[in-house]
Nanobody, 117 residues
Framework: VQLVESGGGSVQAGGSLRLSCVAAAYSYSIYCVGWYRQAPGKEREGVAHAKRDGTETYADSVKGRFTISRDNGKNTLYLQMDSLKPEDTAMYYC????????????WGQGTQVTVSS
């Protein structure tokens, strides 16, 4: 199973980025999916999650600013990030999640997002 992320980069506070994650070996439509991030010295945290029925959940710190979506035809998961803040700086990972336990079982390699003030 392979997940490949792209779209990270450096941006000033208030800017936007869109992360993408392509699943090379299976269809996203049958899985629950999520985006996670890990800042230096901190634990990895869940940022946004999407169930198969379309239900979305977000961490309080990104609600109203980030949007998770997927294009099943392209087998691609997205994270639209708007109004970025310096505290959003982290390595971002996409993941396939077990829909019963909500636990991730497959990860991408990560893409770096850096937000400067």
């Amino acid at each position: 199973v392979q997940l490949v992320e792209s779209g990270g980069g450096s941006v000033q506070a208030g800017g936007s980025l869109r992360l993408s994650c392509v699943a090379a070996a299976y269809s996203y439509s049958i899985y629950c999916v999520g985006w996670y991030r890990q800042a230096p010295g901190k634990e990895r945290e869940g940022v946004a999650h999407a169930k198969r029925d379309g239900t979305e959940t977000y961490a309080d710190s990104v609600k109203g600013r980030f949007t998770i979506s997927r294009d099943n035809g392209k087998n691609t998961l997205y994270l639209q990030m708007d109004s970025l803040k310096p505290e959003d700086t982290a390595m971002y990972y996409c993941a396939a999640e077990d829909c019963h336990s909500d636990l991730p079982f497959d990860w991408g390699q990560g893409t770096q997002v850096t937000v400067s003030s």
